[in-house]
């Protein structure tokens, strides 16, 4: 009687593990992609401060290693391809400050297609630096 017990309670567990596995692979594929989507979110955040702050230097022109907004945005993204959409914009505010606003936007994809999980996210930074008062030397 107990070897009949030992082989029953095998060939359960057998089962159950069959049942759980793709549920756990599934979870492990989405908790995949949640890491992906939060690491170009990092990316794409740092990219539009990287070009906000480059346009709201005036010496970044002349010391810089880039040569514009979009080069200075995207030094944070050189593994990221396709590389994201960078846009500039300048102006002053209500209260007369002058700001630069540097906007990143990157399509990210999924691993897999899932059908509850969206295939793909648009990924939008914005980041708006405010200018200083020039003063002669």
Not at 2 to 16: F, G, H, Y
Not at 82 to 102: K, Q
Not at 120 to 126: A, D, M, Q
Request: aromatic share 10%.
């Amino acid at each position: 009687m107990q070897l009949r017990q030992s082989k029953a309670r095998r060939a359960l567990a057998a089962v159950e593990l069959a049942v759980v596995i793709p549920l756990l692979a599934v979870l492990f594929v989405i908790a995949v992609d949640w890491s992906r989507i939060f690491y170009y979110s990092v990316i794409v955040n740092n990219c539009a401060r990287n070009g906000a702050l480059y346009g709201s230097d005036p010496y970044s022109v002349v010391n810089s290693t880039y040569p514009d907004m979009t080069s200075a945005a995207l030094a944070d993204a050189p593994n990221v391809k396709p590389a994201p959409t960078v846009t500039s914009a300048t102006g002053t505010d209500s209260n007369g400050h002058a700001y630069v606003e540097c906007t990143v936007t990157y399509t990210f994809r999924t691993v897999t297609n899932f059908p509850l999980v969206p295939s793909g996210t648009t990924i939008v930074r914005t980041v708006r630096v405010y200018k200083d008062t020039q003063f002669p030397n």
